[in-house]
């Protein structure tokens, strides 16, 4: 069933707030009252949609993994280099529609469980992706996180220098891991 209307804005203004909040200083040093006072609602309505902070950021980072899965769902099985640019292009656009949760992720990627739950998210999408199409090996798993994890990386470093277009970027992830998925193919 789908949220109200209502719900969902009280909802967005709490993580938006928890957004400026995080990226000033960590979780623990968060509470309750200054997220509610910034906010501009009451403690009860903050305890209407959630247990606590942590049960907030919880969302949040679910949040991030539903937005890289339904573009991971878009991509076909066949993973053909046009599919992976398809893939970084869509990334971009969504990245450039939620400013806020990427600067989120980019400021707390320090933070293992974050970025363990978005590289799990990748990596068991594309691991899907190699048994559907039939091109797996024992060496999948290696690769596919090698992989993962220069994207993940390659991402952090794009958005602290920011030096290069993002359509070039995108075309430089899609060669290297269109090369990555030729090596995995071939073996």
Avoid at 49 to 68: F, M, P, R, T, V
Avoid at 88 to 113: G, M, P, R
Avoid at 125 to 136: D, I, P, T
């Amino acid at each position: 069933m789908s949220e109200d209307r209502r719900v969902r804005k009280t909802k967005k203004l709490i993580k938006d707030t928890l957004i400026e909040l995080l990226n000033q200083k960590s979780i623990n040093k968060i509470s309750v009252t200054e997220l509610t006072e910034k906010a501009d609602i009451s403690r009860k309505t903050f305890y209407l949609h959630y247990s606590s902070i942590y049960d907030a950021k919880n969302e949040l980072d679910n949040d991030i993994i539903d937005i890289l899965n339904s573009i991971m769902q878009t991509v076909p099985d066949t993973m053909k280099e046009t599919d992976i640019m398809d893939f970084f292009t869509q990334l971009n656009l969504k990245a450039q529609d939620h400013k806020e949760l990427v600067a989120y992720f980019i400021q707390n990627s320090n933070q293992s469980e974050l970025y363990a739950k978005v590289k799990s998210a990748i990596k068991n999408a594309v691991m899907q992706r190699l048994e559907n199409s039939n091109k797996g090996n024992i060496n999948n798993e290696y690769i596919v996180e090698f992989v993962v994890s220069g994207i993940l990386n390659s991402y952090i470093e794009k958005n602290t220098k920011d030096d290069i277009s993002t359509e070039k970027f995108s075309v430089l992830l899609t060669k290297l891991c269109s090369g990555a998925l030729a090596f995995l193919i071939s073996n």
